[in-house]
C-alpha cells in the first residue's frame, strides 16, 4: 500500500505564489514518476506536472514558466511551486505517484486532492 500525503493549498491573490508537497509512505521499492494534476469545477481533471526517476519533467502550457515541480528522492517527497498564480489556476491539486512495490507488482496512487483558489 502507498499512502500519498499532500500539503501547501489555499487561497491566495493573483500574482502570488503557494508551494504544493506531496509525500509518499509505504512499502515502495522503486517511485518511476510523480505528478500534479488539477481539476477546476465542471472540467476534467488535467495533468499539471510531472517528474520521472530520471528527472525530466514535463508542463502542461498553461503553467510553463511559472510552475517548477521537483522531487526530494531520499523523502519520497514531490514539490510543485507555483508563481505568478493567475484565477485560473483555481482548482483542487492532487498528487499521484507510479512504481514498483516490488520488481513486479506496480502501484499507482492518488492523493486526497489540496485545493488552491486564486483571488482576483
Known amino acids: 500500500q502507498v499512502h500519498l500525503v499532500e500539503s501547501g493549498g489555499g487561497l491566495v491573490q493573483a500574482g502570488g505564489s503557494l508551494r504544493l508537497s506531496c509525500a509518499a509512505s509505504?512499502?515502495?521499492?522503486?517511485?518511476?514518476?510523480m505528478a500534479w494534476y488539477r481539476q477546476a469545477p465542471g472540467k476534467q481533471r488535467e495533468l499539471v506536472a510531472d517528474?520521472?526517476?530520471?528527472?525530466?519533467?514535463r508542463y502542461a502550457d498553461s503553467v510553463k514558466g511559472r510552475f517548477t515541480i521537483s522531487r526530494d528522492n531520499a523523502k519520497n517527497t514531490a514539490y510543485l511551486q507555483m508563481n505568478s498564480l493567475k484565477s485560473e489556476d483555481t482548482a483542487v491539486y492532487y498528487c499521484?505517484?507510479?512504481?514498483?512495490?516490488?520488481?513486479?507488482?506496480?502501484?499507482?496512487?492518488w492523493g486526497q486532492g489540496t485545493q488552491v483558489t486564486v483571488s482576483s
Open positions: 499521484n505517484s507510479r512504481g514498483l512495490l516490488t520488481t513486479t507488482l506496480n502501484y499507482d496512487t
Open positions: 509505504g512499502s515502495i521499492w522503486r517511485i518511476d514518476a
Open positions: 517528474i520521472i526517476r530520471g528527472g525530466s519533467t
